[in-house]
């Protein structure tokens, strides 16, 4: 049993002691560590291999005049592969003119009037207000570029419309658009295109009801009596 827990502890120190070198010496299909892209452009677009996965452009990559922003936000220290998760950003961030005007750009809470500057958000998209009494959370939208109220209307980006809708929206896989579903979720109107022949002759039937009853009260003065006071109450 020696022999043997004395090899196992020269391998635990060796590995200790070394590890660097090991990882130099290993010839492993790891990770890529330095980003490259095969654009010949400037990386202003999600085509971009660097930029499409939230990397800024390196040494290695063979591009002219680089404008991918990412490198931006690694100049700021944002940790730019963690900002990349956010659609929203992903679906503006290759479209700003001035992004270090954006990041730098003083974002007011509705709730206190207190100033946040995005790059201090980033990554992520949820901000406290910083005022003691409040804390209330706010949320960056990339496409409306305002805070919204994270806790009563949260931001709904489409990631496959590209753009922020309404908090209660959703996307329609059937016509391919996002719509109004309401707090409930109700299905999208395009599933609900049958002709209602029906209805329509109904609420003319109420009409031509209504009509006749007008025609026939006498008391006309009476009844917009009624209706004036109602406007009072
Ligand atoms: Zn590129
Ligand atoms: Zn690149
Ligand atoms: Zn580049
Ligand atoms: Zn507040
Ligand atoms: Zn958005
Ligand atoms: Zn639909
Ligand atoms: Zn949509």
Excluded at 56 to 72: E, L, Q, R, V, W
Excluded at 173 to 181: E, L, S, T, V
Excluded at 217 to 230: A, C, F, I, R, Y
């Amino acid at each position: 049993m020696a022999p043997k827990r004395a090899a196992v502890d020269a391998e635990q120190q060796t590995a200790g002691k070394a590890p660097a070198k090991l990882k130099t010496k290993r010839k492993k299909p790891s990770p890529p560590k330095a980003p490259k892209c095969g654009c010949k452009g400037d990386c202003r677009s999600r085509k971009c291999g660097c930029g499409k996965k939230g990397e800024a452009c390196g040494d290695s990559c063979k591009c002219a005049g680089c404008k991918n922003p990412f490198n931006i936000l690694k100049e700021y220290n944002i940790d730019c592969v963690a900002a990349a998760q956010d659609k929203c950003l992903m679906d503006n961030i290759f479209k700003i003119e001035d992004l270090r005007g954006r990041l730098e750009q003083r974002l007011r809470t509705e709730c206190c009037g207190r100033a946040v500057r995005l790059k201090n958000m980033l990554p992520g998209t949820i901000t406290q207000c910083n005022c003691p009494d409040c804390g209330h959370e706010w949320q960056y939208s990339w496409c409306s570029h305002e805070l919204v109220d994270w806790e009563s209307r949260p931001r709904n980006h489409c990631g496959i419309c590209h753009r922020c809708g309404d908090y209660r929206d959703a996307h329609c896989q059937k016509c391919n658009k996002c719509y109004f579903a309401g707090m409930s979720g109700f299905e999208c109107p395009c599933q609900d295109r049958r002709p209602n022949p029906e209805g329509d002759l109904g609420s003319i039937g109420i009409f031509m009801k209504w009509a006749m009853q007008y025609l026939a009260g006498d008391d006309s003065d009476g009844l917009s009596d009624d209706s004036e006071d109602e406007d009072f109450i």
